[in-house]
Structures are given as C-alpha cells and as structure tokens.
C-alpha cells in the first residue's frame, strides 16, 4: 500500500479529536494511514514539528519535508482539496479571524469539552491551561444553563421540565461540593450543557410514554457521561 502523502496528528487522548480526524479519513480528506497519535508522530517527524505549536495547533506534516502547516491552515487545506471554493472563503480577513478565534477557544479547552480524564502530559499533545479561554468555556455554560431553564419552562412537557430541574440541582450541589480545579469545572461545564441539550430535546416531545422513554435514555446517557468525567 502506498504511503499518504500528508499525515495529520492529533490528541488521541481528546474524542473530538479522534472523531474529527477519523471522519476527514472516511470522507477521504486524508488518505489510509493519514492520522497519526501525538505521541508517535512528535518522535517520528521532530524535524519537521514545533511542539509546542503542534500542541494547541493540529499540525499536518509533508512526508516529502515540505512546510507543516498548523491549525486552521492544515484544516483549510484538507477542505480545499474537495471543496476549494468553501476554503477560499475561509480564508477572507473577515471570515478567517473568528474562524481563528474559535478554533483557539476549541482546541485550549477540548480536553474539558469532551471529558477527557488523566494526566495531562504535553508529550501525549495535551494542550496547557490558559485562563482567557476557559473562562470563556465556563462564561459560555453558565449562559446556556439559564437558557435551557427558560426554554424548557415555555415548552408543553411539564413533566420532563421538572425532572431538568431535579438533575440541575444535584449537578450545582456536586460541583459546590467537590468541584475545586480548573479542569474539574470545565468538565463539569461540558456535562452541564449536554445535559441542557439532552433535557431540552426531551421536552419537545408530547407526553406519556414518548416522555418516559425520552427521560430514560436522557437519565442514562447523563448517568455515563458523569461517571466519565469524574474519573481519576
């Protein structure tokens, strides 16, 4: 089989990562054997890498030892292969700059978002803490909270709205009571707004056993996701 071309690597430790990455390859915007772990490609290819760039940045490498590009530049060219007019549009001062600015906001914070557990060593590509963006993480869910309360309330399914509320107050009571870092909160930020997503989902559904089944899979699905986020 032949060789990519280009290998792109990525946080495996991060399940947006592995996802994202994952879906360029069945879309076939990487070639077989495109993607790389963090970890092996940071020793295979350290000429051609800046770490601690390649930390924050998903970095694209050449295998011929042409230019690595970095972040939105290595994603713009993946799009532009197949959809060239969609990357130049990318590409505009007036588009790229808030494309930047969110792809920062994601890639400091996707470890939290995702609920990834474990040490967060730079050689696995674990991004560093910077305050500015999770600030801006935790400022984000503390707006969607509010948000999914009211909207729940104007919706017909009483009974789903209340059993929100229930799940709302034991999420606030664990996290005064046992949240107490940085990382601990923007874990606890992202259960916070996919429980929001979940129970707002249920309330649109007429009542009975549609809010029964729906209540269930939510509870369950929640019930995972927190024992997830909560491992050592």
Not at 13 to 32: A, I, K, S
Not at 59 to 82: K, N, S
Not at 117 to 144: I, K, M, S
């Amino acid at each position: 089989m032949l060789k990519p071309k280009k290998i792109i690597l990525f946080d495996e430790v991060c399940p947006l990562c592995c996802w994202y990455t994952g879906w360029f390859q069945r879309c076939h915007w990487l070639e077989p054997g495109g993607r790389q772990p963090f970890r092996e490609g940071l020793l295979e290819w350290k000429a051609q890498l800046d770490p601690e760039r390649a930390r924050h940045e998903i970095p694209l490498i050449d295998r011929d030892g042409g230019l690595t590009l970095y972040g939105l530049d290595a994603l713009l060219f993946l799009i532009g292969q197949h959809h060239p007019r969609l990357a130049r549009l990318g590409k505009l001062p007036q588009v790229r700059k808030p494309l930047d600015q969110l792809y920062q906001f994601i890639s400091y914070n996707r470890r939290v978002i995702a609920g990834s557990t474990g040490n967060p060593r730079p050689e696995d590509g674990a991004p560093a803490f910077h305050r500015g963006w999770r600030c801006a993480w935790l400022a984000l869910a503390a707006g969607v909270l509010p948000a999914g309360v009211l909207l729940r309330a104007l919706l017909a399914n009483p009974a789903a709205h209340l059993m929100s509320l229930a799940w709302l107050a034991v999420l606030l009571a664990f996290g005064a009571a046992t949240v107490r870092t940085w990382d601990g909160w923007g874990r606890w930020a992202g259960h916070a707004v996919l429980g929001t997503f979940l129970w707002t989902a249920s309330s649109l559904l007429p009542g009975g056993w549609a809010t029964g089944a729906a209540a269930a899979i939510t509870a369950g699905s929640l019930f995972l996701d927190a024992r997830r986020r909560c491992a050592p």
